[in-house]
Nanobody, 125 residues
């Protein structure tokens, strides 16, 4: 059974940093992709960072480029999201999700069939 478990969420003040972790298990593929997404109350879920474990490429929507960094430890099957310069607008539940269909870097949520339970990030002013 494929499982994704997020951790590392919490409360920080404006300008602070957090590092989220996503521990993946239940599959042996090396070619897969992980996306980090977030959903704030009353808003649609949006993608914040993506990584292909096939070739290590990453993608960031413009809003997060320079503030968020996605990385991986392939041996541990753990993907990290380093978030810097956090603002109250970053308050949301953050999810990691897996696309096990070849490891291509795709931003559309439709490709991600496995999702974690989410971890809350709260940024106060």
């Amino acid at each position: 059974e494929v499982q994704l478990v997020e951790s590392g969420g919490g409360s920080v003040q404006t300008g602070g940093s957090l590092r989220l972790s996503c521990a993946a298990s239940g599959f042996t593929l090396d070619d897969y992709a992980i996306g980090w997404f977030r959903q704030a109350p009353g808003k649609e879920r949006e993608g914040v960072s993506y990584i292909s474990l096939k070739d290590g490429t990453t993608y960031y929507p413009d809003s997060f480029l320079g503030r968020f960094t996605i990385s991986s430890d392939s041996a541990k099957k753990t993907i990290y999201l380093q978030m810097n310069s956090l603002e109250p607008e970053d308050t949301a539940v953050y999810y990691c999700a897996a696309d096990l269909k070849g490891g291509y870097l795709r931003s559309s949520q439709m490709w991600y069939e496995y999702w974690g339970q989410g971890t809350q990030v709260t940024v106060s002013s």
